[in-house]
């Protein structure tokens, strides 16, 4: 049985934007001034670990984390929509019967909200969140715990990101990876070559197809 795993920001929902100036009022509020780009930057990374990377103290980082998620949980449901592909692609995965799941470096809490409000969650087998595992993207913690929650094997499992620190994560695991391009990447910044490259979800479908006829 094969399964899916997508990444949510970025991938199935058009959210940086929002994320981004999240990130940069909450800096703004706290005195603390961030560079645009270097936030975008590191979208898609674990934010635990992300602000410690900016801050270097975990009190401080603890309290920034906070207002962000505080920040978001008012904005994104007047801000945020699905890409004009993610519902398709997931209603042709469902009629192929392929297991699926989100796994995202945003809260469990804002996660589960946003999969309900946005029509996703009857396509959905499970989700893991940041906050539900040790380490965040790119370590491959997330993709493992999905596995594990699915009862899929590595060589049966897609892990479809944005940002190659979803393909970091998935090859980590040992599971196949599918970057889709959404925004200019560069791809010779990682050692973690994807799978498979694409700018539409529903190509997932085909690829999925693909696999199953060479290993049937």
């Known amino acids: 049985m094969l399964a899916v795993l997508f990444d949510l920001d970025g991938t199935l929902i058009n959210s940086l934007d929002t994320v981004v100036k999240c990130w940069i009022n909450v800096g703004e509020k706290m005195g603390i001034k961030l ?95 940041d906050d539900e595992v040790e380490n965040g993207k790119p370590a491959p913690d997330i993709v493992l715990e999905a596995m594990k929650r699915l009862e899929v094997s590595p060589h049966e499992c897609f892990v479809v990101g944005d940002t190659l620190f979803d393909v970091e994560a998935g090859k980590r695991a040992g599971a196949l990876t599918v970057l889709i391009v959404r925004r200019p990447i560069r791809l010779a910044d990682s050692k973690y070559i994807p799978d498979y490259v694409i700018s539409n979800l529903q190509d997932v479908a085909t690829i999925l197809k693909t696999h199953s006829y060479q290993h049937a």
């Open 35 to 129: 560079d645009p780009n270097s936030v975008k930057e590191f979208i898609g990374y674990s934010p635990r670990l992300r602000v410690l990377k900016y801050f270097n103290r975990e009190d401080i980082a603890k309290e920034f984390l906070e207002a962000v998620r505080n920040e978001f949980s008012k904005t994104w449901m007047s801000e945020i929509k699905p890409f004009s592909d993610s519902y398709e692609a997931l209603k042709s995965l469902k009629g192929m019967r392929i297991k699926m799941g989100v796994i995202s470096s945003n809260f469990k809490e804002t996660v589960e909200r946003m999969l309900e409000y946005f029509g996703f969650l009857k396509f959905l087998n499970v989700s893991v969140c």
